[in-house]
């Protein structure tokens, strides 16, 4: 399991921060599941580049991790912004609070749903919303801090959004 | 409900991967014209097989095997004053990662119908402090620029090895 031994990924981190490459590799093991699967559900047909491309960023900036205790976190941060790029997303799209609401009081995925085409009938962005809450079960306020998300957008235009998604949603 | 999509990372992608994150490395793709056991039987025999491919390596010597995990020599050849290399080795199916404290090589393999794709990756990587890495940059650039034609080279020597290039 990719989280369960904090103590061996954290020492891991720390190894490969001095350029081991064992632990390099090993460290890419424990990673890669949870990068595939954020990368896979938001952006879809491209989250094969996704994935590497998020990888990359993440060992290649893996000195600068102060902490490897928040190696999730920070992997997360960077898988998720990295997808939603792949997915061929606006970098500067911001996420409404309402819309993260909307993803938060959806239903469960419980039942006959197709995942798939639920999330390709969605933005990328609100496909990370629901990625966000389905894998790591994040509140609105840690979301809106992993998708840098701006307070304070027109409320019409996110009231609309959140009629469309739940539709969809729901659909 | 049906599953979430997700993507998983291959072998060969997982070397991708590491050949852009190592800066003094070269990594080369390419498709064999044989089935993946014999190309796998073969490179995995890292005893047997690395000094017939690889011009700078006279012999290889296992000393360790736990499972996947490999302790083994690399003794360099006379280019390399035949020094030897203490590398820290994960092999399994389809893969081998092969450390030591300044070099590295991976290799992967997969099926593609009757033929193999196949990657190699090798090349002086510095591990230690930040400053101690920054110091090697150079090293590793220079590294980089010889791998180039190397690794290569590496190829075209599995290939002789395996009767598919005179």
Known sequence: MLWAT??????????????DTAAMNALLTEIAPYVGRICGAVALDAGDDAAQEALVAIFRNLPSLRDAVALRAWARRIAVREAIRA??????????????????????????????????????????????????????????????????????????ARTAFKARWSA | MSEWPTVELGDIERLRVLSRVLPGVWMEERVLDTPYDRVWSFVSDLEGSVHMFDADVRKVRVVRREGE???????????????????????REGFCWMSSQGYVVGMAAIPEGDR????????????????????????????????????????????????LRV
């Not at chain 1, 061996?8 to 350029?19: F, I, P, S, T």
């Not at chain 1, 996420?95 to 999330?119: F, H, I, K, N």
């Not at chain 1, 306020?141 to 304070?152: H, K, T």
């Open chain 2, 116 to 163: 193999t794709r196949f990657v190699h990756l090798e090349g002086v990587h510095v591990r230690g402090p930040k400053f101690a890495r920054f110091l090697a940059r150079p090293l590793e650039w220079v590294s980089r620029l010889r791998h180039r034609r190397h690794v290569p080279h590496d190829i075209d020597g599995i290939e002789r090895c395996l009767g």
């Open chain 1, 87 to 160: 997915a061929g997303a606006r970098r500067s799209v911001p996420v409404d609070p309402v819309m993260l609401e909307a993803a938060v009081t959806a239903p469960d995925l419980s039942g006959d749903v197709d995942v798939r085409a639920v999330l390709e009938s969605l933005d990328p962005v609100h496909r990370a919303v629901l990625v966000l809450r389905h894998l790591d079960g994040l509140d609105e306020r840690e979301m809106a801090s992993v998708l840098d998300v701006a307070p304070g957008t027109v409320k019409s235009r996110l009231h609309r």
């Open chain 2, 69 to 91: 995990r490999l302790t083994l020599w690399g003794f360099g050849s006379w280019r390399f004053l035949w020094l030897p290399n203490l590398f820290r080795v994960q092999l």
């Open chain 1, 6 to 19: 904090h103590g061996d990924v954290e020492e891991l981190v720390r190894r490969a921060q001095r350029g």
